[in-house]
């Protein structure tokens, strides 16, 4: 049986709830640090926007946006880094026929196709990635030292 008027849908052994499980595990990580950057922005602020004749939208895309860049930064950099090596969301929601990156590397080690040369490079190829995307969110992420601290 399905919700009232939709009928019946499918969803686990699915990408969506791949994703939905992906979202559910990492979204936390993503928020917190954008909560600490944007409970500390000045009031002052909001109401210089307003005083200036912003509207919401542009005190958002003006005001709030720019002032929560380092959270941002580091919210992508708390997500990213353990989302592009997980395996198990992928296995246990999708049923094994949503293939991720980490699955790759872990069916080099441990599944059928045993090619542990080959995992060890797919897994120095995704080092380098993440240590290339570390740099530069580094580089160009001023102030994030203190979007993770509360």
């Given at each position: 049986?399905?919700?009232?008027?939709?009928?019946?849908?499918k969803?686990?052994?699915?990408?969506?709830?791949?994703?939905?499980?992906?979202?559910?595990?990492?979204?936390?990580?993503?928020?917190?640090?954008?909560?600490?950057v944007?409970?500390k922005?000045?009031?002052?602020?909001?109401e210089?926007?307003?005083?200036?004749?912003c509207?919401?939208?542009q005190?958002?895309?003006?005001?709030?946006?720019?002032?929560?860049m380092?959270?941002?930064t580091?919210?992508?950099?708390?997500?990213?880094?353990?989302?592009?090596?997980?395996?198990?969301?992928?296995?246990?929601?999708?049923?094994?026929?949503?293939?991720?990156?980490?699955?790759?590397?872990?069916?080099?080690?441990?599944?059928?196709?045993?090619?542990?040369?080959?995992?060890?490079?797919?897994?120095?190829?995704?080092?380098a990635?993440?240590?290339?995307?570390?740099?530069?969110?580094?580089?160009?992420?001023?102030g994030?030292?203190?979007?993770?601290m509360?």
């Amino acid at each position: 049986p399905g919700m009232i008027g939709l009928g019946p849908f499918k969803l686990m052994n699915t990408s969506g709830a791949v994703v939905l499980g992906m979202v559910y595990k990492y979204l936390p990580f993503m928020i917190l640090p954008l909560y600490s950057v944007m409970e500390k922005i000045d009031n002052s602020m909001f109401e210089a926007a307003e005083d200036l004749g912003c509207s919401y939208m542009q005190t958002l895309f003006r005001v709030i946006i720019p002032l929560s860049m380092p959270g941002i930064t580091s919210g992508i950099t708390m997500v990213f880094v353990p989302a592009i090596s997980t395996f198990i969301i992928s296995r246990m929601l999708g049923g094994g026929t949503e293939l991720l990156l980490g699955d790759l590397i872990e069916r080099q080690f441990l599944g059928g196709a045993y090619n542990p040369q080959l995992g060890a490079a797919i897994s120095l190829v995704m080092m380098a990635v993440v240590v290339i995307c570390m740099l530069v969110m580094n580089r160009f992420g001023e102030g994030e030292e203190q979007a993770v601290m509360l």
